[in-house]
Nanobody, 120 residues
Framework: QVQLVESGGGLVQPGGSLRLSCAAS????????MGWYRQAPGNERELVAR???????VYADSVQGRFSISRDNAKNTVYLQMNSLKPEDTAVYYC??????????????WGQGTQVTVSS
């Protein structure tokens, strides 16, 4: 059974930085896309950033230039470096893996979420 476990969340002051990590346990192969989503109270879950197996990255406009996503395929781990954090970045952050190449049966896995709070 595949589980995604996030770490690295916490409380940080505006302008500060955090680094989130998400590691997969269990047998997992051919992770096509690794991504981060977030959900603030009263809002829908939204994409923050994602990275494909080929290294192509996509960022939400709101985090472009401040956040950086990377992956370690050998460790089945994805990272999100968050710099210049703003109060509006406060949310629960979830990692998401899409397993299987395009055109095949794909599976989607979610982590349990980690809280990020940006406040002075």
């Amino acid at each position: 059974q595949v589980q995604l476990v996030e770490s690295g969340g916490g409380l940080v002051q505006p302008g500060g930085s955090l680094r989130l990590s998400c590691a997969a346990s269990g047998s997992i192969f051919s992770i096509y896309v690794m991504g981060w989503y977030r959900q603030a109270p009263g809002n829908e879950r939204e994409l923050v950033a994602r990275i494909s197996s080929g290294g192509t990255t996509v960022y939400a406009d709101s985090v472009q230039g401040r956040f950086s996503i990377s992956r370690d395929n050998a460790k089945n781990t994805v990272y999100l470096q968050m710099n210049s954090l703003k109060p509006e970045d406060t949310a629960v952050y979830y990692c998401n893996y899409i397993v299987g190449p395009p055109g095949s049966v794909q599976y989607r896995y979610w982590g349990q979420g980690t809280q990020v709070t940006v406040s002075s």
